[in-house]
């Protein structure tokens, strides 16, 4: 099992531009996470499924939208890229409720 | 432990010491408590975690104390390796209105010493 993959690892935007960030899961994992990391500031949740064809906001979604449309797969979109959305980003998924999460490698953005 | 603030907290230790990192978590309704270790450049990995039922829980090499009185978790490393050097968080699982959302404490930094 590969796990948790992340495409791509890093990416270079001008302000303005938009990206998609592709998370693949192969555990059949029904939750899915996006999070940003931010230096002394921790992981701050985007968005995230509890199963395919959800999605929720979470702690800091403005500026980004996500899609689940197969279980395996959870797309983190920016349509007009910040340069205050220059962060390492992290897909995660776990199971089932009270388990825990299974993260990939991350996605270093940078936004110029 | 964990603080509020742009820096890191750090604890350093010798190998083969004994490491304790500290962790406040904010919900009294958090029921569920996860450890992750990250390494440079890579994502968060599970150490280990512990139910609010329970007060104490041991894994290889790691303990991890919840202590609901206070909202205070810890997690005491023994014999600390070179090899442990990384990042440590502590998560709280909470439910606003279902579904656990993994919240994250700043992390500590473990530097550890030959």
């Known amino acids: 099992n590969a796990g948790v993959t992340q495409t791509p690892k890093f990416r270079v935007l001008k302000t303005g531009q938009s990206m998609t960030l592709l998370c693949a899961q192969d555990m059949n994992h029904e939750y899915m996470y996006w999070y940003r990391q931010d230096p002394g500031m921790g992981l701050r949740l985007i968005h995230y499924s509890v199963g395919e064809g959800t999605t929720a906001k979470g702690e800091v979604p403005d500026g980004y939208n996500v899609s689940r449309l197969k279980k395996q797969n959870f797309l983190l979109g920016l349509e007009s890229a910040a340069p205050s959305q220059t962060s390492v980003y992290f897909c995660a998924s776990k199971d089932r409720e009270g388990s825990p999460l299974h993260f990939g490698n991350g996605t270093r953005l940078t936004v110029t | 432990g964990e603080s509020v603030g742009l820096h890191l907290p750090t604890l350093s230790v010798q190998e083969g010491d004994n490491s304790i990192i500290n962790c406040a978590y904010s919900?009294?309704?958090?029921?569920?408590f996860i450890w992750y270790k990250q390494e440079s450049g890579k994502g968060p990995q599970f150490i280990i975690d512990i139910r609010s039922n329970m007060d104490k829980r041991q894994g290889q090499r790691v303990t991890v104390l919840l202590n609901k009185t206070v909202k205070h978790l810890s997690l005491q490393i023994a014999a600390t390796q070179p090899g442990d050097s990384a990042v440590y968080f502590c998560?709280?699982?909470?439910?606003?209105?279902?579904?656990?959302?993994?919240?994250f404490g700043r992390g500590t930094s473990l530097i550890v010493h030959p």
């Open positions: 998560a709280e699982n909470i439910r606003p209105g279902g579904s656990y959302i993994p919240t």
């Open positions: 919900n009294s309704a958090s029921d569920y």
